[in-house]
């Protein structure tokens, strides 16, 4: 952690615990945000004394006003400026000649109006650094502490949340207000709720790392726009999982921006940002969510119900049609139907009415009360292969919602086993699912809703029973390679072609194969005798991205004739199709047997820094598209993952008769390749199409590579 | 018109638009953070400066203008 970092987390209890606070730039006018975030911080009741500061007024809301944040004699814990961002600055360096340390700045025209505010922004870290000051914002809506030891609304929010075990966190300050009034139709309550706008200061990674330790948080809610520490976030969040076992669930905006429209190799046009960043939160196991009402149905279940420890569900319903709908969501999102034992289908069976379907998923009929829910939900719970309940409640004339709602919440809270409801339809039901709430039982509206949170609270949980992996080590480090690629760069070499890339790969020890430059076809036909017979001839040119779709590659050569053929009808063939290309040279390479063709990427990204991709290799790997990514540097166990993921890694593991590759070999020259791109920042990306992989045992080889130079 | 007199009468109209007293305002005084001009009174200002001295600003600059020392130089500029 930075220095800087350091006093932000020193920073941050006094920040949410403020023993007195002034509001910088307040006035009295209601309905303004210098005027209402005075009067939410009074009407909070906060623990500490607050301070007015305002030029023209004497007093506000009956408190003695200052005119300045100096002129106050008391020691001040927390500033809140709300002045315009014309003059946030002058504000923030009396802040600092008073010796606060920690400022909320809520005023906008910074960042987000151009270069301008953009400087203004500057200047106000400048001052920061100066005094040690940390500072939220700005642009932002505030800080909520529901916690009755500081109860703070330093912010322009309608609404004071009820005390949670939530924290949530967001870039937006817009966005804050609608999920306040969405939690509160919920029931949900927060622990901490900031909005940190442009993040020009105290950003989401210092926040995380002050979460880890907040006794009143179980659950972190992240909402980012952009991430400019990638790695920074990564490191936090999995600090976060791994000391405190606390989730961190983040929602990503952007999801549709392709940031590889100008990517000149196959691994950076298919790296979109958005797949680096599913990857790397993958990678940090961050729970990564598609929507707010997504993020909270999971939230919930993390915090009100206990953790799953099977991935097999039992699901209880009045209703066949929803039982079957959520019986098909159950499956598809990869969760099983538990398997009932003999005792349990015995108990339901005495239990239960004959029409009464009583293997899972139960149907206790549409006619079922409460004793009914009773039966059936303590026979489920009690069962050793049930991981967690699902129950389906629709309205219908005999149903007693509240009365069930009631047993459910009751037998729920004997049983170490989580238990989601759903309460179908809306008015009707409202009484029930509000009974539901108030004892923490996760709500859905739509059943099929309690699949996601179920399977990822189980991933969690699994996930925190592992070993901790340590860091990766980089256990390989060139010297050389990196002269060589710097002395490219120096010669404006925008890309390294076959023969100098496989220099570089050499020093990092993956599987290069024997290749040679021959510049005529009589060093061609001396190249080929040294290297022996079968050969592939393949154009070298800086102008030539995708070698194969000039003509410029040539397999299978057995003789010398062939050699000479080769080496013309490729220089004609580019002369055809490309006559602007300047060639240097013909590459020969010896051909290896056949095997599976995968390929291996690197991608400089500008967030997360260096990215490995892992995929179906050959020429049609933009077609297929069936890659998998994640963040240098990486382990075996993380090579392993990226290999399993793609769809064709069956084909890899043996599949119809076919012996399995060398998966072994697959797994090193990711975890080799990771480490060359670590020691090799000016890579920006680098395609290794294809690495041809041969049966188990017998290693695999670099066909073909690229590497394109920042 | 000597920059004195300038400043006397832009003072004069500040105290007038702001409804404090001219004594209060100090020569490097700033329109917001000294003498709490909001968004409002700020573009009256700049209105009536026009008025007092019988010129068209740029509005867009004359916004810039935070304090009274500025806007002395940059109503001299005008006239």
Redesign the interface.
């Known amino acids: 952690m930075s220095n800087r970092g350091k006093l932000h987390l020193a920073n941050l209890q006094t920040l949410f615990y403020p023993k007195s606070i002034a509001v910088v730039g307040t006035n009295r006018v209601i309905g303004t945000v210098p005027g209402d975030i005075f009067v939410n911080i009074l009407h909070a009741d906060p623990q500490g004394i607050v301070f007015p500061v305002s030029p023209r007024e004497k007093y506000i809301g009956g408190v003695k006003a200052y005119k300045y944040v100096i002129d106050i004699e008391d020691e001040v814990d927390l500033a809140v400026i709300v002045f315009p961002s014309s003059v946030a600055k002058l504000a923030l360096e009396q802040c600092g000649q008073k010796g606060i340390k920690t400022v909320i700045i809520i005023s906008a025209g910074f960042r987000e109006v151009g270069e301008k505010g953009l400087a203004k922004e500057n200047e106000l870290l400048e001052i920061a650094k100066k005094y040690d000051i940390s500072f939220i914002g700005p642009n932002c809506l505030g800080v909520i502490n529901t916690d009755p030891d500081s109860r703070l609304n330093a912010s322009f929010a309608r609404k004071f949340p009820s005390q949670g075990n939530i924290a949530f966190l967001s870039q937006s300050g817009a966005l804050c207000t609608a999920v306040l009034d969405y939690a509160q139709a919920k029931n949900i309550g927060f622990s901490k709720f900031v909005s940190f706008g442009n993040k020009t200061d105290i950003s989401e990674i210092d926040l995380l790392y002050y979460l880890m330790d907040d006794e009143k948080t179980k659950v972190i809610l992240l909402y980012l726009e952009e991430i400019t520490d990638g790695c920074g976030l990564m490191k936090a969040a999995r600090e976060v999982i791994d000391k405190s076992h606390k989730p961190v669930l983040i929602l990503k905006s952007g999801r549709t921006k392709e940031g590889a429209s100008a990517a000149a190799s196959h691994t950076g046009s298919l790296a979109g940002e958005d797949k680096i960043c599913d990857a790397a939160f993958k990678q940090a196991g961050i729970i990564r969510c598609e929507n707010i009402e997504e993020m909270f149905n999971i939230a919930i279940a993390f915090v009100y119900q206990p953790k799953p420890k099977r991935n097999d569900v039992a699901i209880i319903t009045n209703a066949g049609g929803p039982g079957v709908l959520t019986t098909d969501a159950t499956i598809k999102e990869g969760i099983n139907l538990a398997q009932f034992s003999e005792e349990t289908l015995l108990y339901l069976k005495r239990n239960l009415p004959t029409t009464a379907n009583i293997k899972n998923p139960v149907d206790i009929i549409g006619d079922a009360r409460a004793d009914r829910y009773v039966a059936a939900i303590s026979a489920a719970v009690r069962d050793e292969n049930v991981g967690g309940i699902f129950i389906i409640l629709t309205p219908q004339s005999m149903t007693d919602i509240d009365t069930i709602a009631k047993e459910i919440a009751k037998v729920a809270e004997e049983f170490d086993k989580p238990v989601y409801a759903s309460f179908m339809g809306e008015a009707d039901v409202a009484s029930g699912i509000k009974i539901l709430q108030q004892n923490n039982i996760p709500h859905y509206v739509l059943p099929e809703s309690m699949c996601k949170p179920f399977l990822k609270v189980y991933e969690f949980n699994q996930q925190l029973q592992k070993e901790n992996n340590p860091e990766p080590v980089i256990t390989k480090q060139s010297q050389e390679a990196k002269s060589f690629i710097n002395n490219s760069l120096k010669l404006n070499r925008k890309y390294l072609y076959e023969i100098n890339a496989i220099k570089v790969l050499a020093e990092y020890d993956l599987p290069v194969i024997k290749s040679r430059l021959a510049k005529s076809v009589s060093e061609a036909l001396q190249v080929a005798e040294e290297i022996g017979y079968p050969l592939v001839m393949k154009v070298m040119s800086d102008d030539i991205v995708h070698k194969f779709d000039v003509g410029g590659v040539m397999l299978n050569i057995n003789s010398k004739e062939e050699v000479s053929g080769a080496y013309e009808t490729i220089l004609k063939n580019v002369e055809t199709i490309m006559p602007e290309a300047t060639i240097e040279g013909i590459s020969i390479s010896e051909q290896v047997a056949q095997g599976v063709e995968v390929i291996l990427g690197i991608k400089k990204d500008p967030s997360f820094g260096s990215v490995i991709m892992f995929g179906v290799g050959g020429i049609f790997v933009e077609i297929f598209k069936d890659v998998s990514f994640r963040v240098a540097p990486v382990q075996k166990d993380t090579a392993f993952e990226m290999i399993n993921e793609i769809k064709a890694s069956k084909l890899l593991l043996g599949t119809r008769g076919k012996k399995p590759a060398d998966i072994d070999s697959i797994i090193e020259s990711i975890v080799k390749l990771s480490h060359m791109a670590v020691d090799n920042p000016n890579i920006k990306e680098l395609d290794i199409n294809p690495l041809i992989v041969l049966e188990q045992g017998k290693g695999c080889f670099i066909a073909d590579a690229k590497i394109i130079l920042k | 018109m000597k920059l004195e007199e300038v400043k006397h009468r832009i003072k004069k109209v500040v105290a007038n638009v702001?409804k404090?007293d001219e004594s209060e305002i100090s020569d490097d005084a700033?329109f917001?953070?000294?003498?709490?001009a909001?968004?409002m009174q700020s573009m009256l200002l700049i209105a009536a400066f026009e008025e007092e001295f019988d010129i068209e600003m740029d509005v867009e600059k004359a916004q810039?203008v935070?304090t009274i020392g500025g806007a002395v130089d940059f109503i001299a500029a005008y006239l």
């Open positions: 702001l404090m700033n917001i953070f000294d003498l709490g909001d968004s810039e935070q």
